[in-house]
């Protein structure tokens, strides 16, 4: 059986079809939905890659999604596999170095882990180079999670905060 056949006996749901172009919002997405409900509506396949934009066979990828899963089939997004940067061996040691150690421990003038010192402190390691998002991918991989950073009050000087907490209460006093 052709493609044209396959399509031309598939039954199109304008009901489902509009339901899922508005709630996906990607526009690759929406051009693959756009696409089959042309076909649907009696447009040839030229007018059809015309009128999207889209190359013949990526317009034939799209009719055998259809054909073989439906509209549900059109909106699976993209996956693309991720070349890991690093190791499973590196990424336990981050975290071990994230539960167990501060910055300071590596040169770092700073108590707390931010996106931002962990990028440093891995390209200090082992000179790769991280992405804030990419960062907090490897996080959630690794079952943490990250917070907004706070004051550290831990190197202190206990007589300067007595000072100035005393500084404080007497200017409000006033």
């Not at 999207?52 to 693309?80: E, M, N």
Request: glycine share 4%.
């Amino acid at each position: 059986m052709t493609r044209s056949e396959q399509l031309s006996k598939r039954s199109f749901e304008e009901e489902e079809w509009q339901k899922l172009f508005y709630k996906y919002q990607q526009q690759y997405i929406r051009r693959r939905l756009e696409a089959i409900k042309y076909l649907h509506d009696g447009k040839s396949r030229q007018e059809v890659m015309d009128k999207i934009g889209c190359a013949r066979q990526t317009l034939i990828t799209w009719i055998d999604k259809y054909c073989q899963g439906g509209l549900k089939a059109l909106v699976t997004p993209i996956k693309s596999k991720r070349i890991q940067r690093l190791s499973s061996e590196q990424k336990e040691e981050i975290k071990r170095m994230l539960l167990e150690k501060k910055p300071t421990d590596y040169g770092i003038d700073r108590q707390i882990w931010t996106g931002k010192i962990i990028i440093e402190v891995v390209q200090q390691r082992w000179g790769i180079e991280l992405k804030d998002s990419r960062t907090y991918d490897i996080l959630k991989e690794m079952g943490l999670s990250h917070q907004k950073a706070h004051r550290d009050y831990e190197n202190s000087d206990p007589k300067v905060q007595k000072e100035f907490v005393t500084t404080i209460k007497k200017n409000w006093q006033n």
